[in-house]
């Protein structure tokens, strides 16, 4: 399966045999491709599921297992970007989704399931108080933006180069022209020294300061306390509301990482898992905040959206929560999370690759440089195409996880699944540690 690599070969030259064998294995995926971009932009609906020379076309999944349309099976340590928590067909969810759609969809009125994961989801996250469903982490952030301007009467939001908000709310390399047209301060991640006086500068016109405790998609680079603190304090002094968007990382312990900070920010984002695996968005806060969306108050806020409360989603997300993914299911998965990315990350030393894993729990970014990465300046890759290297090598090898080098643990991965990557990656940088220091 491994090409034995020459002792002259340089990281492009890996590159272009990976592409060439992917391609040769792949026919009934790049042809579906190929058929979809006849009328799909790009045969794609999801930029952030496209990588050259195109992607794998997915037909099944089960447990932690997927199958392509080619026939080949994967280990699956991508985990749908975080909210494939509860993997491919678990039972509890599968029941409880069955359930609700033998008693019928698209109802047109308050449902059983809804008001019951709101109380689950506040006896978790000790910051809000109330919450509020919609239909995707995006739409919880923007709900939670307009609701922070509104409340505030201020205009301007400040956001971390490199943050990800969803797609209208991108902020890498030097923001999206998709993006909302709201009046931004863009600020620095980790680094309250210049944070503090652009706080100070704006603080009358700023509405929000909205922080992934852990950037996900900017390389799973954590927020430390003290920024983190910094920015709460900062908050309270200005009147400024301190949103967390924890889209990805509520999962990382049974409070959100909040809790494993001890800082409570005014509202919480919330997405991916938190459906069971169905679409799913929600935002909440402390009560004062959170009240103005209460219909019958004079001045109220209004928010809408049909499928806000659609109950498979809520059906699942109430299973997913009081059934599987309770407290000590949290500390399980995100403490084998913290060994995996250990063990890697010995592993990446021993061979002398310039290859490091950051993250926190079950979630984890691995990054070709041995540079320390604080902010999404330092996760840029050195070389690109270690990244297309490396995600085309462990695909060959049966383990799919995101071109980025993003991986997210789901419930159904074992410990023997584990061991399997581990011993994967350690071939990866014995194989091509050489490579990769010489790019
Ligand atoms: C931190 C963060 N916020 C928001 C979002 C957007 O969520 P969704 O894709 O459900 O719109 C994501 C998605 O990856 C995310 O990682």
């Known amino acids: 399966m491994t090409l034995a690599v020459g002792r002259n070969i340089t990281l492009e030259d890996a590159l272009r045999d990976a ?26 609906t999801r930029t952030i599921l496209f990588y050259p020379p195109f992607p794998l076309t997915i037909t ?12 080949h099976l994967y280990t699956d340590f991508l985990g749908e970007y975080t909210a494939g928590l509860y993997g491919h067909s678990h039972l509890v969810i599968q029941a409880a989704v069955r359930e609700a759609l033998a008693a019928g969809i698209v109802l047109g009125g ?27 982490g995006t739409e919880a952030n923007l709900n939670a933006l307009c609701a922070a301007r509104a409340l505030t009467g201020r205009s301007h939001v400040l956001v971390f180069d ?18 909302l047209p709201f009046p931004w301060v863009i600020a620095a991640y980790n680094d309250l020294g210049t944070t503090l006086p652009l706080i100070e500068r704006h603080a009358r016109d700023l509405a929000a300061i909205i922080v992934e405790p852990m950037m996900g998609a900017a390389g799973a680079i954590a927020g430390e306390p003290a920024f983190l603190q910094g920015l709460r304090e900062a908050a309270s002094r200005h009147g400024i509301v301190l949103i967390f968007d924890e889209v990805m990382t509520s999962r990382l312990s049974p409070g959100g990482l909040q809790e494993k900070l001890g800082i409570a920010p005014d509202m919480t984002t919330f997405g991916k898992y938190l459906g069971g695996g169905l679409s799913f968005g929600a935002f909440g806060g402390r009560a004062e905040l959170m009240a103005r969306f209460d219909p019958s108050h004079p001045a109220a806020l209004p928010h809408s959206g049909t499928y806000n409360n659609n109950v498979l989603t809520m059906a699942a997300g109430v299973a997913g929560l009081s059934q599987v993914f309770t407290p000590e299911a949290t500390r399980a998965l995100n403490d084998t999370g913290d060994a995996l990315r250990e063990r890697l990350n010995g592993l990446a030393r021993e061979a002398r690759a310039p290859v490091q894993v950051a993250g926190i729990g079950s979630i984890m970014c691995v990054h070709f440089h041995d540079r320390p990465i604080r902010g999404p300046a330092d996760a840029e890759p050195a070389n690109p195409a ?15 996880l995101a071109r980025r080098g993003f991986i997210s643990l789901a419930l159904p991965l074992t410990a023997a699944d584990h061991d399997a990557f581990a011993s994967a990656f350690e071939d990866f940088v014995a194989t091509y540690g050489a490579v990769l220091r010489d790019a």
């Open 386 to 400: 270690a990244r297309a290297l490396f995600h085309l090598d462990m695909l060959e090898r049966g383990f799919y």
């Open 162 to 179: 490199g943050a990800y908000h969803g797609g209208p709310l991108t902020f890498a390399h030097g923001g999206s022209p998709m993006n």
């Open 19 to 44: 592409e060439a064998r992917y391609v040769q294995a792949n026919p009934k995926s790049r042809a579906r491709h190929l058929a979809a971009r006849r009328s799909l932009p790009g045969g794609n």
């Open 110 to 136: 308050p449902n059983a399931y809804e008001a019951e994961l709101a109380r689950l989801i506040c006896a978790r996250f000790a910051s809000c108080d109330l919450v509020r469903f919609c239909n995707s």
């Open 60 to 71: 099944r999944g089960e447990g932690a297992c997927l199958w392509d349309i080619d026939g």
